[in-house]
């Protein structure tokens, strides 16, 4: 049974930093690229980064430069660094796993299982 397990959330100020960590079980994780999607009150689920068992990575144009992907495989986990964050990167932060091996999950369609979300908020 897969399993995602999210963590690291919270309340930050405009400008701080966040790691999030997503602790993966129940599949074989070296052989799936995973994802980082969030969703806002009122928005839709979107994607934050993805990226492919060997580490190469995919970002949304609002967060490049400022939020890092990154796993390490023998831990089976998915880190998304998060810095300069603003406030509209408050949102529900989810880990995501794909239907298959060798697709990106970049779309919500594209996912096979979600974590149960963790709570980032931007705020003075």
């Known amino acids: 049974q897969v399993q995602l397990v999210e963590s690291g959330g919270g309340l930050v100020q405009p400008g701080g930093s966040l790691r999030l960590f997503c602790a993966a079980s129940?599949?074989?994780?070296?052989?799936?690229?995973m994802g980082w999607f969030r969703q806002a009150p009122g928005k839709q689920r979107e994607l934050v980064a993805a990226?492919?068992?060997?580490?190469?990575?995919n970002y949304a144009d609002s967060v490049k430069g400022r939020f890092t992907i990154s796993r390490d495989n023998a831990k089976n986990t998915v880190y998304l660094q998060m810095n300069s964050l603003k406030p509209e990167d408050t949102a529900v932060y989810y880990c995501a796993v794909p239907r298959s091996t060798l697709v990106l999950p970049t779309t919500t369609e594209s996912v096979g299982s979600w974590g149960q979300g963790t709570q980032v908020t931007v705020s003075s």
């Open positions: 990226i492919t068992s060997g580490g190469t990575t």
């Open positions: 129940g599949f074989t994780f070296s052989r799936y690229y």
